[in-house]
């Protein structure tokens, strides 16, 4: 029977079709990048040296992270700020001008701290992103700082990054992202 065969055929070619689609998909997906699922839920970002693996571009309002150290050396931090809407330059072009992203650290959403390879706790915040918009994901601590020292000072602190002694902030060494949250 032809037209039964030529069915099958058709079949095939569609299964052939959708499973080059998903390859294509998949490769050309950022490595970093997890496609959000809809409605609030708990993302887990891996902080590396120097940058943020798993840190997903688009969430739901209330969605919470948390931050784990894959660094046996650095202490990292996920800080997110909030852009008001009517900041339309990428985040990358903030991080390059130093008085473009320090305009909006006052307005901090969230602030995660992780020691070297340990989970974090939230310092400002609760981890939760509930305010829809764009954010600016960075880590500002600066670079070979000791980590009990940064812990103590980050304690100590009232509203401010905590000052102590390192090299450029982490962000500048490429350890930065934006996140959208949107329903
Ligand atoms: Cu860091």
Redesign the pocket.
């Known amino acids: 029977m032809t037209p039964n065969i030529n069915r099958k055929f058709a079949l095939g070619v569609a299964a052939l079709a959708a499973t080059v689609a998903l390859a294509a998909c998949s490769a050309a997906e950022e490595p970093t990048t997890t496609t959000a699922a809809p409605g609030p839920q708990t993302v887990e970002v891996t902080?590396l040296d120097?940058g943020f693996s798993g840190l997903p571009e688009r969430v739901a309002p209330g969605t919470v992270f948390t931050l784990l150290n894959d660094s046996g050396v650095?202490i990292?931090?996920l800080v997110a700020i909030p852009l008001p809407a009517d900041e339309t330059r990428p985040v990358a072009e903030l991080i390059a001008d130093p008085e473009g992203l320090a305009a909006y650290f006052g307005s901090v959403e969230t602030v995660l701290i992780a020691p070297p390879n340990e989970g974090s706790v939230a310092v400002e915040g609760t981890g939760a992103l509930n305010t829809p918009g764009r954010y600016a994901i960075i880590?500002a601590?600066p670079t070979g700082a000791d980590p009990a020292e940064y812990l103590a000072a980050a304690a100590a602190a009232e509203g401010g990054p905590p000052q102590v002694a390192g090299g450029p902030p982490?962000f500048v060494k490429g350890?930065w992202g934006e996140v959208v949250v949107a329903e």
Do not use: G, L, Q, T
């Open positions: 902080a120097y650095e990292h931090e880590c601590i982490h350890m």
